[in-house]
């Protein structure tokens, strides 16, 4: 039976694990961007000579992961990927190249008003009347009326019978003669009542005749015609497109006149 005290736990460790780490026993494959603790650094130097001939001979088959190069090893919270994306970049650029352009067309328009003399209250005039002459032609343009003249040059197809049953005169053109005639003929010697014989009517006689017929008629008959024309453009479609304008010119013009009015002396601003 072995009667030799058994040596402490903690003892035997440390005789394993000698008066250094064994982090430091091991061959230096650590990557050039990880740095070990001040303390343990110190502890390096320390001991490095010793422990590299001691470790000379056997290979090791640890060594530390390093961070790959390149890659941040980690993403602060307070940053969002989009914020460095190239569309954000554009975005941000165009966005100053147009408050850019706006500016300086600003200066340049206050620049030019400024050559011509004119002062704020000319400007807020000449505001007024331009806003207050485009809304005046707006509403003159929904109450005008639309006034032309038509003319209408046509022929018109006429196709109907005409019944004739009257009486009336005609007057022979020329000599005619009438064979067969009955006539009656009473002198103070010679008195015939009618006899047949052959008389000859002289031009420009005149003969009472009745017309009992029906005549045809087709024809054409030209028209000419002139037609007013009067449309308000109120009753139109335009008046919905009209009223539309004024209404959007309304609060600007407004803005530089309060006391505005329209055509019938109603103010305009509500």
Not at 42 to 67: I, M, R
Not at 151 to 166: A, C, G, K, R, S
Request: hydrophobic share 40%; aromatic share 4%.
């Amino acid at each position: 039976m072995n009667t030799e005290p058994e040596d402490d736990p903690g003892k035997k460790m440390r005789k394993l694990l000698g008066s250094s780490p064994p982090v430091l026993r091991l061959p230096k494959k650590i990557a050039s961007n990880t740095s070990l603790p001040p303390k343990l650094e110190d502890e390096e130097n320390a001991v490095a000579p010793a422990d590299q001939q001691a470790g000379a001979s056997e290979p090791s088959k640890l060594s530390f992961a390093s961070t790959p190069k390149g890659k941040p090893a980690s993403v602060s919270k307070g940053r969002l990927p989009l914020f460095n994306s190239p569309l954000w970049n554009v975005a941000s650029v165009i966005s100053l190249a147009v408050n850019a352009i706006l500016l300086i067309a600003l200066i340049v328009l206050v620049i030019n008003l400024s050559s011509f003399g004119m002062s704020t209250s000319a400007m807020v005039d000449l505001g007024s009347d331009l806003l207050g002459g485009l809304y005046g032609n707006f509403e003159k343009m929904d109450r005008a009326h639309l006034t032309t003249d038509i003319e209408v040059n046509t022929t018109i197809p006429v196709q109907f019978d005409l019944q004739l049953n009257q009486q009336t005169n005609v007057v022979l053109s020329q000599d005619t003669t009438v064979k067969n005639a009955l006539v009656t003929l009473e002198t103070g010697v010679l008195n015939i009542t009618r006899a047949n014989s052959t008389i000859v009517l002289p031009q420009g006689t005149i003969l009472p005749i009745v017309l009992n017929l029906t005549v045809p008629v087709d024809t054409t008959v030209p028209i000419t015609l002139h037609l007013p024309l009067d449309i308000p453009l109120d009753k139109t479609q335009l008046h919905e497109p009209f009223t539309g304008l004024q209404e959007v010119l309304k609060p600007f013009y407004c803005m530089v006149n309060g006391n505005a009015v329209n055509m019938d002396g109603e103010p305009i601003c509500k």
